[in-house]
């Protein structure tokens, strides 16, 4: 009897130190569609302890935002903030938070190399059923060599018109 109260006791504890950690959503590879997601809901005075996590490949320009919308200033997230690491990120950084009476909006944008990436956001939710959307939008950073071909086309092009011209 002893040994199942212990066991017991270990699994609520373990498991109540998962929920502590907060919520990971697992992205994958956001290169090609960009994300749209909504939080998980959270009751009043609760943590917000969430982690985005997603990948991309080669360069890309990406902006990443998240936003938080209410009719009352009781409804905003009371410390919202996030920072993003990982990739060809050196140095975790802090997204930049806008706000106003009725919506606040942490937003970052930048090209990213390859990698994995990690998007954190705390914060304090002020009423029941709090949730915010993160958004990543996602657009590829043409390769040289298609900087190099667009040159040698234009080349082309005006090689043929002064040709042209001179006839």
Do not use: H
């Amino acid at each position: 009897m002893k040994i199942k109260s212990i066991a017991l006791a270990a699994v609520l504890a373990t498991s109540a130190g998962f929920a502590a950690a907060g919520n990971v959503y697992e992205l994958g590879d956001i290169t090609a569609d960009g994300a749209l997601f909504v939080s998980s809901t959270f009751s009043k005075n609760a943590s917000i302890d969430d982690t985005w996590k997603f990948s991309l490949t080669g360069e890309n320009d990406v902006s990443t935002l998240l936003s938080r919308t209410f009719s009352t200033s009781v409804g905003a997230i009371t410390s919202f903030a996030a920072t993003i690491s990982g990739g060809s990120i050196g140095a975790p950084t802090a997204l930049e938070l806008f706000s106003n009476s009725t919506s606040q909006v942490l937003s970052f944008g930048s090209n990213l190399g390859a990698g994995n990436y990690s998007l954190t956001v705390t914060g304090v939710a002020n009423r029941n059923n709090t949730n915010y959307v993160f958004a990543a939008d996602v657009t590829a950073v043409p390769e040289p060599t298609t900087y190099a071909l667009l040159l040698a086309g234009l080349c082309a092009v005006g090689f043929v018109a002064r040709r042209r011209s001179a006839v």
